[in-house]
């Protein structure tokens, strides 16, 4: 509960107010726990600071390690948090934060701890990512085919991010990766073929289903990373489970955090080690400053974890704005916002305003306008 807590915060953390440094004083949201929930009812509760969020965030982490340490019972499946879990979940945290040597350690502890081990090459050169009992997943979202959200058709994970089964995606709304990202991606990566090239093919599909997605008129550069729900082309059963963390994602942290506390040689070699092993055996890591490794880093997190809930947690703490230019986006919607841009965080929302008497709409975010589109 403590991890579960932690994890909540965290995300509420990174939405409505810009990323840890340099904003540690500024408004978040309001922090209740059971230290105040009683009188949070009657009374309300301010937005707390960045800072005492994650404080928050950090206490119940560890809390949580210290418990999930000491305890002799095993979970009954990947739903549940472990102690590699929350390890991972405090390594997240503490890259956000800065604290890169402690960064470094949890990854590491949670990269000894797990029993997950990277997809191979010849795993992830094909669809996957669908079953939480795959090799790589350490926390996912156990889903049923009688859940509420899987016998709805459509109102489920996979139909928005699958494009070999039925729905949202499956009728027009395909995930495409940006094609300056596509174009980066090394022929000799086996997750160039996550995504259709610009003629709508990839290496990594079937004859039946390349055959499907030219039928079903993908988009170029559309994603084909995520396999359907028992590998069933056009299912509409969307029962795929949903990951929340792989282990591949504490080696990239741990390579990144490495060169940030100030040993970018041995960051450099945990990414090459890495890329070469599980990704792309031609992979050479050439960067060898801190600042380099941790470009490095983004680019392969970029590629790794594309569709898993990441890219925009990563522009937030890198600074580094969001640019669509040479994407592939309408020209409506070609955007450059800097970074700390306004646009780049949530207001809070209008029932929270009305239902917490502690607040007024000046404690709100500051409205903003939609950005302007900018030339490619």
């Not at 156990?142 to 699958?162: F, K, Y």
Request: charged share 20%.
């Amino acid at each position: 509960a403590y991890a579960i807590r932690a994890f909540d915060y965290f995300y509420l953390a990174q939405m409505y107010q810009q990323t840890y440094v340099g904003n540690e004083d500024k408004p978040c949201v309001p922090l209740i726990t059971e230290a105040n929930m009683d009188a949070a009812g009657s009374e309300g509760c301010p937005r707390a600071t960045v800072a005492e969020v994650y404080t928050q965030i950090m206490t119940d982490l560890d809390n949580a390690i210290a418990l999930l340490e000491k305890t002799s019972m095993t979970r009954a499946d990947r739903r549940y948090v472990n102690a590699a879990v929350a390890y991972g979940l405090r390594a997240r945290v503490n890259m956000v934060m800065n604290n890169w040597a402690a960064a470094a350690s949890d990854a590491q502890n949670a990269i000894s701890l797990t029993d997950a081990i990277p997809y191979s090459i010849a795993e992830i050169s094909k669809p996957a990512m669908s079953d939480i009992n795959e090799p790589a997943w350490m926390w996912g979202i156990l889903v049923a085919e009688t859940d509420r959200a899987v016998t709805s058709g459509i109102c489920n994970w996979p139909s928005h991010m699958g494009s070999l089964n039925y729905g949202y995606a499956s009728v027009g709304a395909w995930r495409q990766v940006s094609k300056l990202l596509y174009n980066a991606i090394p022929s000799t990566d086996a997750r160039k073929g996550w995504f259709l090239d610009e003629n709508g093919v990839s290496a990594n599909l079937s004859a039946e289903q390349q055959a499907y997605v030219a039928e079903a008129g993908c988009y170029p550069y559309t994603q084909v990373k995520f396999a359907p729900y028992l590998d069933e082309i056009y299912t509409s059963t969307n029962a795929n489970d949903i990951p929340l963390m792989r282990v591949e994602e504490m080696y990239l942290i741990l390579a990144e955090a490495q060169a940030m506390a100030g040993d970018a040689a041995a960051g450099a070699a945990t990414l090459q080690n890495f890329v070469t092993t599980y990704r792309d055996p031609s992979y050479v890591c050439n960067a060898t400053t801190a600042e380099a490794v941790q470009n490095a880093v983004w680019m392969q997190r970029r590629i790794e974890l594309w569709g898993e809930g990441f890219s925009y947690f990563d522009i937030m703490r890198l600074k580094k704005g969001v640019d669509r230019r040479g994407a592939g986006f309408q020209a409506m919607y070609v955007y450059n916002i800097p970074a700390g841009d306004p646009a780049l965080i949530l207001r809070l929302p209008q029932a929270e305003i009305e239902g917490n008497i502690a607040l007024k709409e000046e404690d709100n975010n500051p409205p903003v306008a939609l950005p302007t589109p900018v030339a490619e």
